[in-house]
């Protein structure tokens, strides 16, 4: 349908970070799908002024900008229950972005209904994650909707919108030079493409912003104190505070000590392996503290159940799913694990690593009384002959009926012999 149809035109919710890939959709959206556009920006403490993204939405086209604060939302709704799960999508990346993305999408489709817009749009690559977390949960919570992904359809790679920014005279960071393709919030920092899609190549010292050198990280460590309450953080170096400013305080003196620097080769959803690096200083110390807080508080199977937990919660998250029956069935498991996951954990920050030197709650399973060897020792050695004898009677009683009813004995793993 051409530009210059005559008559009102539908209006469309665009993602809009202002960065490369967005910015160039304002006039793209129109030209090629004849759709207003109104730009919807998210402030998920990403460290830009929402205000001034949005008067560029106006000078490139759009025919009204939206800026939300939803930072308090995203930490209290998102992260800190991504955080009581334990959710480290492969052992390594905190789902920073991940976790931005379904809040995102519902804001938008809020204010498509707000703006009577009969569609949504994003700026997302086809062999992303992001395109599949917002895509669904648009398809989840809102089907009627019309989904649009310019840079998807029109396969625009980056040298193209480089090209089509300085036709249109679109203002963009990005350069050839220098192109990497950068998202943050408030719980961590991705960068991705150009020199690092090779994962032999060690990451540039420009690629990271957040952390400093691990060798120019100070020679003296600093201790930190973490409060928790039901698996929450609610306090740092017996300070109370609200989940923003403490993910805050945390970044800035985590990155000053290089703390949560990630080299990531992770598997996408869609199949691919990629090349990701992170920073996310204050989710790598929240993780750890939160962690070493649970190995006093719960006991020995929910402990052990809840890493499987851990795994399918970041898989959820990862893979677009929040918005799904199951993760509220999984949620309602990890929020009453944290029942009594209260106390504080001390923390030593030093040139790349956090180290755990001390966890106290008066939920504590550990029991000095019985884990001593000294004279106040209440533990009743008596009792584990017996104990030692029950344990191990389903295998004496095996070995004696069938292992060793041949005399042959046992064959040891990887100690055994070639067959004769």
């Known amino acids: 349908m051409p530009a210059d149809t005559q008559g009102p035109r539908d209006k469309v ?20 799908y004849n759709l207003d556009v109104v730009t919807f920006t998210v402030d ?35 992260v800190f229950p991504s955080l009581m799960a ?11 972005t991940a976790l931005g993305r379904p809040l995102i999408a519902k804001l938008m489709v809020d204010a498509a209904r707000e703006h009577g817009a009969k569609a949504v749009a994003h700026g997302c690559t086809g062999k992303g994650n992001d395109q599949v977390r917002f895509d669904v949960t648009f398809q989840t919570l809102a089907p009627d909707l019309r989904i649009i992904a310019p840079v998807r359809e029109g396969k625009m790679s980056r040298p193209q ?41 060690e990451p540039p010292t420009a690629a ?33 505070m609200d989940g923003v400013p403490l ?16 080299d990531h080769v992770e598997n996408r959803l869609v199949g691919i392996k990629s090349r990701e690096l992170y920073e996310a200083p204050g989710a790598i110390i929240l993780h750890d503290a939160h962690r070493e807080l649970e190995t006093i508080c719960l006991s020995k199977p929910a402990a052990r159940f809840k890493t499987l937990v851990a795994q ?9 799913l929040w918005f799904s029956a199951f993760h ?76 060793l009813k041949d005399g042959k004995g046992f064959d040891l793993p990887g100690l055994m012999g070639p067959k004769e």
């Open 328 to 403: 509220q069935d999984l949620f309602a498991f990890v929020a009453s694990s944290q029942r009594f996951v209260s106390g504080q954990v001390r923390l030593k920050l030093y040139k790349g690593h956090t180290i755990v030197v001390g966890r106290k709650s008066e939920y504590s399973l550990y029991n000095k009384h019985l884990a001593t060897y000294d004279t106040a020792d209440q533990f009743d050695h008596d009792a584990a002959k017996g104990f030692i004898r029950l344990w191990g009677l389903g295998q004496q009683t095996q070995a004696k009926l069938q292992l």
């Open 44 to 78: 998920l403490g990403q460290g830009e002024d929402i205000h001034k993204i949005k008067a560029k939405a106006m000078t490139t086209g759009a025919i009204d900008a939206v800026a939300i604060d939803a930072r308090n939302l995203f930490v209290d709704c998102f």
């Open 161 to 201: 919108a480089l090209d089509y920014a300085a036709k249109h005279n679109i203002q963009v960071e990005a350069t050839r030079e220098s192109p990497y393709s950068i998202d943050q919030n408030l719980f961590g920092r991705s960068c991705e493409s150009g020199l690092l899609e090779d994962p032999w190549d």
């Open 312 to 320: 399918e919660y970041a898989d959820i998250i990862y893979n677009g």
């Open 208 to 240: 990271f912003a957040w952390t400093v050198d691990p060798t120019k990280a100070p020679d003296t460590p600093q201790y930190v104190t973490i409060d928790f309450e039901q698996g929450r953080p609610v306090g740092l170096d017996g300070k109370k």
């Open 247 to 262: 993910i805050e305080a945390l970044n800035k003196i985590g990155g000053a000590h290089a703390i949560g620097r990630i």
């Open 13 to 32: 919710i665009l993602a809009y970070s202002g960065g490369l890939d967005t910015s160039v959709m304002v006039p793209w959206i129109r030209e090629k």
């Open 86 to 96: 334990g959710a480290m999508y492969e052992g390594k990346y905190p789902l920073a």
